[in-house]
């Protein structure tokens, strides 16, 4: 295996790895920036009030995008399979 093969799959690794967590982390950073601004606003600081909305609307990303996160899981290790067997 080449230092190029190496390089590939590293990079497609990498682009999976953004690819499958945007989706969780930027619905947490917008619910996040809800809860802060509604706690700004009505002056309630709960800690609970800013973690149970993000693992409620988490859980249910992740049950929706469950299947689409294994494909593409699934594709990448095959791809890092077929690049192994051409060796």
Request: glycine content about 4%.
């Amino acid at each position: 295996m080449s230092s190029g093969d190496v390089l590939t799959i590293f990079r497609d690794s990498i682009f999976t790895m953004l690819t499958l967590s945007a989706p969780l982390l930027l619905v947490s950073i917008g619910i996040g920036l809800i809860i802060a601004i509604f706690q700004a606003a009505t002056q309630i600081h709960e800690q609970t009030l800013t973690f149970v909305p993000k693992i409620v609307v988490s859980a249910f990303l992740l049950l929706m995008l469950g299947s689409w996160m294994i494909t593409v899981l699934s594709e990448l290790f095959q791809r890092v399979c077929s690049m192994a067997l051409s060796l």
